[in-house]
């Protein structure tokens, strides 16, 4: 037995001399492997995305140094490194960014008083997915196509969750006219204007960029829609999205057409101009009308925001028709957002939703191509010169790369 345990034991030492042996081996040849992290994002200097074109370590963006309701005044242009996206995070290589009138309160801000300069700015954003962390990477990959409404939007790289990014087929502009005007339009008219078949709606700046869709969802209610514009060209505009009665403000006296032809005043009015339209969208309501303020673009570049109303007659003028006002911010909707734009996609995808956009194609300036031309876009949009929804395209589209 002590023959036996011994023979055993010299075995059992050359085994694991052995064991031991490839065990170094292996530990060796670990530590000359790098260490490496399972998704490597350290591009401080470079990295290669999807289209294997080297993405920088600085880029472009906008950032609000001075609070002001001149864009030009509180925003300028600064070079900053390429943001990192955390383990949730998708990097987004911005293609187009979308101009909102709400751009110039943020910088002058009016939305969080807490707000202190510097901030970056722009709403809304689309383009292709070049980075992301571990957890982003079991819902995205580098290569797919988003579109996205987060602060910071204007700049050549935004980070932004991966849970908020909305899978799009590719990076087209139209979608950006749904992010915010649209989903402004939808759940107002759908929450607040309780539309009724039969109806007549008045839309106010109805070829803008959130009008549009206004008049369109009001016809899909069956309602009788009535649209003021600036141009003739605009007035055929809103007759192709079935607008029923365009009325051209500088060619038509807009309080003396609805007197005339709408007796009985309007039952819901899609009001976002303020100052004397809204004074004149209280004296035309209808016997239990309903007034959406969904803004006061009027006012947006004085010092105090707003343009002077008759305050004073509001109360007596709806306690005379049962009527009301009532507000719309799209923040305090957000439980609505999904489904409203899951609702306009699927209309788009079927033909049914006109997405006007306009990107300066008309403008003596030319089109707005770059974070530069956001300036230029944001004066074209309050000059009131705008066919729809504004938009700048950050990097024209090359095909020789797909």
């Known amino acids: 037995m002590r023959l036996l345990n011994a023979g055993m034991s010299r075995l059992l030492l050359r085994l694991l001399a052995s064991q031991l042996t490839r065990s170094e081996a292996k530990l060796q040849w670990f530590r000359s492997v790098p260490n490496r992290s399972i998704i490597d994002l350290s591009y401080s200097t470079h990295f290669m995305d999807f289209k294997r074109s ?73 383009g292709e997915v070049v980075g992301l962390g571990l957890s982003a990477s079991s819902r995205f990959t580098v290569g797919d196509t988003v579109a996205y409404m987060r602060a910071g939007a204007f700049a050549e790289y935004t980070v932004i969750s991966a849970k908020t990014a909305i899978p799009v087929p590719s990076a087209q502009p139209e979608l950006l006219a749904l992010l915010v005007s649209g989903a402004t339009a939808h759940i107002a008219l759908h929450q607040l204007g309780e539309l009724k078949q039969g109806e007549t709606v008045l839309v106010t700046a109805a070829a803008g960029g959130t009008g549009q869709f206004a008049i369109q969802f009001a016809k899909m209610a069956s309602c009788h829609v009535v649209g003021t514009c600036s141009s003739d060209e605009k007035v055929e505009f809103l007759k192709t999205i079935g607008c029923d009665r365009p009325i051209n403000y500088k060619a038509e006296d807009l309080a003396a057409t609805l007197r005339r032809e709408y007796p009985l005043g309007v039952d819901v009015v899609y009001e976002s101009v303020g100052g004397s339209v809204f004074d004149l969208a209280v004296n035309n309501l209808a016997t239990r009308g309903r007034l959406l303020v969904i803004g ?46 899951r609702s306009m996609l699927e209309l788009l995808t079927a033909g049914r939703l006109v997405c006007k956009v306009d990107a300066g194609e008309r403008d003596v300036g030319g089109r707005f191509v770059g974070l530069e031309s956001v300036y230029r876009a944001v004066e074209y ?22």
């Open 54 to 126: 080297s993405i920088p370590s600085s880029m472009k963006k906008l950032v609000a140094t001075k609070l002001s309701q001149n864009f030009r005044e509180a925003v300028s242009l600064q070079t900053a490194p390429v943001p990192t996206p955390g383990d949730g995070d998708l990097l987004i290589r911005n293609r187009y960014v979308g101009i909102n009138a709400s751009d110039i309160n943020y910088s002058a801000g009016r939305y969080d008083r807490s707000m202190t300069p510097p901030f970056d700015v722009g709403f809304e954003g689309v």
């Open 381 to 402: 949009m309050y000059a009131g010169n705008n066919l729809g929804k504004v938009v700048v395209e950050l990097e024209p589209q090359n095909d020789s790369k797909l």
């Open 296 to 341: 006061f673009i009027s006012g947006y570049q004085s010092a105090s925001g707003l343009q002077p109303v008759r305050g004073s007659t509001i109360p007596a003028k709806l306690l005379q028709k049962s009527a009301s006002i009532r507000s719309f911010f799209l923040h305090h909707f957000l439980p609505d957002y999904s489904e409203s734009l």
